[in-house]
């Protein structure tokens, strides 16, 4: 098993303020994605990385592959009570029966106060 | 397309019993995956199809759960003898080939009393 470790478990700011979600592994991935869940609903996807160094942004949120390939990070500017949630990074591998399958971290869980 | 759908939405059931859920992928979609997720932990990766070929499975699976995909199209997860450490979110998501994104249904909750 490949397990990702993510950081801080938990997090609550302020509206305004400006955060950073770490996820790492020692295994190499890839390809990394990060899902974003609210309360009683399945996680849906924010990105996919795939190349080392990749920057992708979507609006206020920048993602980043390491180099390496086994660590990504998720900076949120200006955060906004709506960005609160569980935010979920999942490696690709290939699985012993060459399927792909996806691990996921045990997530951030994100809270944005007015 | 109206994307995963999981029936039921929730299920409650007292120790010992039986229980068995569905899952609806995206219609084109040959991936199909099960993963558990209990409160403030990210999914657990338990099953996984491709067509209707069970390819990989976790071993949190005990000999308890039995996931099928008959046709390549609906799966179902069943849990026999059910144990309150059952309790928790069963996710079903689906995907396309390669790297494809996983789209997940909103969940079966269940609890076990």
């Known amino acids: 098993t490949q397990l990702l470790e993510q950081s801080p478990q938990f997090l609550s700011i302020q509206e305004g303020e400006n955060l950073t979600v770490y996820c790492n592994s020692s295994?190499?991935?890839?390809?990394l994605q990060w899902y974003r869940q609210e309360p009683g609903e399945g996680p849906v996807l924010l990105v996919t990385v795939v190349t080392g160094g990749e920057v992708k942004k979507l609006k206020r949120l920048t993602f980043q592959f390491g180099d390496a390939r086994k660590d990504s990070s998720l900076h949120i500017t200006a955060a906004q009570p709506g960005d609160t949630g569980l935010y979920l990074c999942a490696g690709t591998y290939r699985s012993r029966d060459s399927g792909y399958a996806l691990n996921f971290g045990k997530g951030t869980s994100l809270l944005v106060t007015p | 397309d109206t994307g995963v759908s999981q029936d039921p939405r929730h299920k409650i059931t007292k120790r010992g019993q039986n229980v068995t859920f569905r899952c609806d992928p995206i219609s084109e979609h040959n991936r199909l995956y099960w993963y558990r997720q209990t409160l403030g932990q990210g999914p657990e990766f338990l099953t996984y199809f491709q067509n209707e070929a069970q390819l990989e499975k976790s071993r949190l699976l005990s000999d308890r759960f039995s996931a099928e995909r008959p046709k390549g199209s609906f799966s179902t997860l069943e849990i026999q003898r059910t144990e309150q450490g059952d309790s928790a979110m069963y996710l079903c998501?689906?995907?396309?080939?390669?790297?494809?994104?996983?789209?997940f249904g909103n969940g079966t909750r269940l609890t076990v009393t």
């Open positions: 295994s190499v991935f890839s390809s």
């Open positions: 998501a689906s995907s396309g080939t390669g790297y494809s994104p996983l789209h």
